[in-house]
């Protein structure tokens, strides 16, 4: 992306006002609060059998009265055992989710993507990639205000069918180090297995490692390879639905080039975004 189109797509994010009727996350537009859910979650209680879907509104502005926030999501406990694959209940959550990190500058535009509109988004981390410690000083605060959320996708993106349990057993203790050590968090238990291939011996040493989610997704943006903007929006329109685990990748750059008309497609479907720590307890 040229400096020039940068300043064009960041200063259209600022005319926008994404919270409100059908906004990302219920939140406003540059300068917001990160604190996009309107509260931190509610504890659980036996009665949460769902997430609940928030009203219409949030913070905005309308003929000079302040609209109500987004109600807090009342968090569920995280399912024991087998595969995630799609949120629970019948709200309007999307979590969207973005792995790898090959291309540092993928990573960077997408969490300026983040910083400015306030989306919630899971990163599902390959330390092997120096984008994660360059882009460090713009992800931290993110991190740590749990806007951003970090995942283990293993170190170096083995198909881990294809090599032994000690292989296994290291290529996510050493992603579970890194994590700690360079953002002081525990990914822990949300585990990507590369290429979503896993059986049960590999579940069984992630389980033992304190990994028991298997994540995978319902739907794709298709971008682990490059492939057109316009098909990474086509592939959007299929995958944004209501309590969906969607999947993109922080490799190629023209996923970088769609980004208003992700955000555009969020806010028209009214859906909300949601990291997974928004939606479970554990």
């Known amino acids: 992306m040229s400096e020039l189109n940068r300043r064009r797509f960041l200063g259209a994010l600022s005319a926008t006002v994404l919270g409100g009727i059908g906004g990302i996350g219920g939140i406003g537009g540059m300068g917001a609060p990160r604190d996009v859910l309107g509260g931190p979650p509610q504890p659980p209680t036996a009665a949460a059998a769902a997430v609940t879907s928030p009203p219409a509104g949030g913070g905005e502005v309308v003929a000079g009265a302040k609209l109500p926030p987004p109600a807090p999501i009342v968090r569920?406990?995280?399912?024991?055992?087998?595969?995630?694959?799609?949120?629970?209940?019948?709200?309007?959550?999307?979590?969207?989710?973005?792995?790898?990190?090959?291309?540092?500058?993928?990573v960077r535009l997408y969490t300026e993507f983040a910083k400015e509109t306030g989306v919630r988004l899971t990163y599902f981390v390959n330390g092997i990639y120096r984008s994660w410690t360059d882009n460090l000083a713009l992800l931290r605060p993110?991190?740590?205000?749990?806007?951003?959320?970090?995942?283990?996708?293993t170190w170096s993106h083995p198909n881990?069918?294809?090599?032994?349990?000690?292989?296994?057993?290291?290529?996510?203790?050493?992603?579970?180090?890194?994590?700690?050590?360079?953002?002081?968090?525990?990914?822990r238990p949300y585990f990507r297995?590369?290429?979503?291939?896993?059986?049960?011996?590999?579940?069984?040493?992630?389980?033992?490692?304190?990994?028991?989610?298997?994540?995978?997704?319902?739907?794709?943006?298709?971008?682990?390879?490059?492939?057109?903007?316009?098909?990474?929006?086509?592939?959007?329109?299929?995958?944004?639905?209501?309590?969906?685990?969607?999947?993109?990748?922080?490799?190629?750059?023209?996923?970088?080039?769609?980004?208003?008309?992700?955000?555009?497609?969020?806010?028209?479907?009214?859906?909300?975004?949601?990291?997974?720590?928004?939606?479970?307890?554990?």
Request: glycine letters at 10%; charged letters at 15%.
């Open 76 to 106: 569920v406990a995280l399912p024991g055992g087998g595969v995630l694959s799609k949120l629970p209940g019948n709200g309007n959550l999307l979590a969207l989710t973005v792995d790898d990190g090959v291309n540092t500058d993928v």
């Open 193 to 282: 297995p590369p290429y979503g291939k896993h059986n049960s011996a590999v579940d069984a040493v992630a389980a033992g490692l304190g990994y028991t989610a298997t994540t995978l997704w319902s739907g794709s943006l298709s971008d682990s390879t490059v492939i057109t903007e316009d098909y990474i929006v086509q592939m959007a329109q299929r995958a944004f639905t209501p309590q969906a685990i969607v999947i993109g990748h922080l490799n190629h750059p023209p996923v970088t080039h769609v980004y208003g008309q992700l955000r555009d497609l969020i806010r028209a479907r009214n859906l909300r975004t949601v990291t997974f720590d928004d939606v479970f307890f554990h």
């Open 142 to 153: 993110l991190v740590e205000c749990g806007q951003i959320q970090l995942g283990n996708h």
């Open 160 to 187: 881990l069918t294809t090599v032994p349990a000690s292989r296994v057993a290291h290529e996510i203790a050493r992603n579970d180090e890194f994590l700690k050590n360079t953002f002081g968090v525990d990914a």
